[in-house]
C-alpha cells in the first residue's frame, strides 16, 4: 500500500493494514490515529515509540501469531506470506539446524512458557541458533521478556517498512 493511500484510509483500514505487523491494537491505534505522514521514515519513527512498552499481554497476543522458528507459516494471510519470507534463511532441508532449533524451541519453550522470537530477516540459521542458545542461558525472565518486546517491535518496524512504500 503506498504512503497515501494509508494516510487516506479510513481509520478502521488502516489498523487493518497495521495488524500484520504487530497484532498489538495499541500500537495499530496509534499509528492510524498520528495521520497523515509525510514520509514513510516519519512513520517508521512514530512505530518504534509507539504503545511503549509493550505489556505481558499485548506481548503474548502478539506471540500467538509467529511460529517457531524453523517451521513455516501456513496460509494466505499477510502475516503468513511476511513471516515465510523473514525466516528465508533458515533452510528447513539442513536436518542438523532443524533439529537444533525444534530441541532449542521446545527447551525455550519449556524455560519460558511462550516461543521464542527473534528478528530473523537477515540472519542465517547459525546466528538464529546461536541467540536462541544464549538466550537459553538467561536466567531472568524479566532480562528475557525485554529481549521479546524489543524483537517484536524490530520485526514490526520491518513489515511496516514491506506493507507501506
Not at 2 to 22: G, H, K, S
Not at 84 to 107: C, H, K, M, Y
Request: glycine letters at 8%; a negative charge; hydrophobic letters at 45%.
Amino acid at each position: 500500500m503506498l504512503l497515501e493511500q494509508f494516510n487516506e484510509a479510513d481509520r478502521a483500514e488502516a489498523i487493518a493494514v497495521l495488524r500484520p505487523c504487530v497484532d498489538v491494537t495499541r500500537w495499530c491505534e496509534h499509528l492510524a490515529d498520528r495521520r497523515p505522514y509525510d514520509s514513510i521514515d516519519a512513520l517508521v519513527a512514530e512505530g518504534g515509540s509507539a504503545a511503549s512498552p509493550f505489556t505481558a499481554a499485548e506481548v503474548e497476543q502478539a506471540l500467538s501469531h509467529h511460529p517457531r522458528i524453523g517451521e513455516r507459516a501456513g496460509g494466505d494471510s499477510t502475516e503468513a506470506s511476511l513471516s515465510r519470507s523473514e525466516q528465508a534463511g533458515v533452510d528447513p532441508a539442513d536436518a542438523e539446524i532443524a533439529r537444533a532449533l525444534a530441541e532449542g524451541n521446545a527447551a525455550y519453550e519449556a524455560k519460558f512458557g511462550r516461543v521464542f522470537l527473534i528478528r530473523a530477516a537477515g540472519r542465517s540459521a547459525g546466528e538464529i541458533l546461536a541467540a536462541l542458545t544464549e538466550r537459553l542461558g538467561h536466567d531472568d525472565d524479566a532480562e528475557e521478556e525485554a529481549i521479546v518486546a524489543q524483537q517484536l517491535r524490530e520485526i514490526a518496524l520491518i513489515r511496516l517498512k514491506g506493507l507501506i512504500t
